[in-house]
């Protein structure tokens, strides 16, 4: 079913080092999205599944390229059995795949090879994230890019005079093709998400840097510390307050309907 469009709030800024302007989802950026897995999270698949606790781990992880793929191979290696569930299996077939003309994280039991599963000792969620914090680095020193950047995401476009123009805003439905149509749940629309103590751009500061630049995030975080308490509210919590608005609505004039009979 076709959705309405709904307004968010964007700003552009001239990248300071590089023939490049930014498109950035203010809106988003001052949110108080935060990762809700394991307390709330549905899970990615076509009905929701927070029992098995993959969250948006289901499919594995497609690699941006050479470098990342290396980058998370140095890292598995440092993991040790008591923080990866499946690095048995991955000593034996390995950790990673082609799929779809793509280098993927490959697949055990219906989700990536790197997520421990309920009943793991250690708990279940990603082990290349646990392995980081457990060895006093950031998990986007480990992570594959996509899952490091996870919902923000940054889409570039070269007109053609060579100059970029940089999307920076958050994962949508739509970003994943048809599949993503078939999500039973999407955490970018689900108010539960959006009850972080802080909002995005300083919580996930480390990932916005970089994804652009520390001189480009420091033109944002000016930005919003200026504009952030007059922003719209990300579309997803107006429409949650509309439709409690709604609902409000509807219960007083049942009450109404009831008390005059």
């Not at 700003?11 to 498109?23: H, I, N």
């Not at 949110?31 to 809700?36: E, G, L, N």
């Not at 070269?158 to 999307?167: E, K, P």
């Not at 520390?214 to 919003?224: K, Q, R």
Request: glycine residues 10%; contains cysteine; proline residues 7%.
């Amino acid at each position: 079913m076709a959705r309405t469009p709904e307004a968010g709030e964007w700003a552009s800024f001239t990248d300071p080092d590089e023939d490049r302007t930014w498109l950035v989802d203010v809106g988003f950026l001052a949110s108080p999205w935060h990762c809700i897995y394991g307390a709330g999270c549905q899970g990615v698949l076509t009905a929701p599944a927070p029992e098995q606790a993959e969250g948006c781990c289901s499919y594995g992880a497609h690699f941006t390229g050479a470098q990342d793929e290396e980058r998370v191979r140095r890292a598995a290696a440092t993991l040790s059995d008591a923080q990866w569930q499946f690095r048995g299996r991955a000593a034996a077939r390995g950790a990673f795949a082609g799929r779809g003309g793509a280098r993927t994280t490959r697949l055990v039991e219906s989700a990536c090879i790197f997520l421990n599963r309920p009943g793991f000792p250690g708990g279940p969620g990603c082990a290349l994230h646990r392995g980081a914090l457990e060895g006093g680095v950031a998990p986007m020193a480990y992570k594959p890019d996509v899952c490091w950047q996870l919902p923000l995401r940054r889409e570039d476009f070269t007109d053609a005079r060579g100059h970029v123009t940089s999307v920076l805003g958050s994962w949508e439905r739509r970003h994943w093709g048809p599949g993503g149509e078939e999500f039973a749940w999407w955490c970018t629309e689900d108010p539960a998400a959006f009850s972080g103590a802080a909002p995005v751009w300083r919580a996930l500061a480390p990932e916005l840097r970089a994804m652009t630049s520390p001189a480009l995030y420091d033109a944002i975080a000016a930005y919003l510390d200026e504009r952030a308490a007059v922003l719209l509210p990300h579309p997803t919590l107006r429409r949650h307050a509309a439709q409690s608005g709604e609902e409000s609505s509807r219960s007083c004039s049942s009450s109404s309907s009831s008390s005059a009979s």
